[in-house]
């Protein structure tokens, strides 16, 4: 049974850090890209950041780009969002997600964190 635990949201100031832990079992953890992707109240759902388990490629959205880091720990199964120079658009839910590199290509969620930036 595959799971996701996200950790690490909370209330922190315009400018702030954050730094978002995904931590993954149940799968081959190196098999799979993982993502981050949040929700804004009244949005959709959108990209953020992407790690490649195979290749170690990392990938941003431009909105993001340059301020968020995102890492992996295939040891210990874990992939991090290090959050910098925060903005207020950034506050939504952050979700990670695990998609299998190979087929058939399968997709698992977290839960989901919260992340509010404000002053």
């Known amino acids: 049974q595959v799971q996701l635990v996200e950790s690490g949201g909370g209330l922190v100031q315009p400018g702030g850090s954050l730094r978002l832990s995904c931590a993954a079992s149940g799968l081959t953890f190196r098999s799979y890209a993982m993502s981050w992707y949040r929700q804004a109240p009244g949005k959709e759902r959108e990209w953020v950041a992407t790690s490649f388990g195979i290749t170690n490629y990392v990938n941003y959205a431009d909105s993001v780009k340059g301020r968020f880091t995102i890492s992996r720990d295939n040891a210990e199964n874990t992939v991090y969002l290090q959050m910098n120079s925060l903005k207020p658009e950034d506050t939504a839910v952050y979700y990670c997600?695990?998609?299998?590199?190979?087929?058939?290509?399968?997709?698992?969620w977290g839960q989901g964190t919260q992340v509010t930036v404000s002053s």
């Open positions: 997600n695990a998609r299998r590199q190979y087929p058939p290509t399968t997709d698992y």
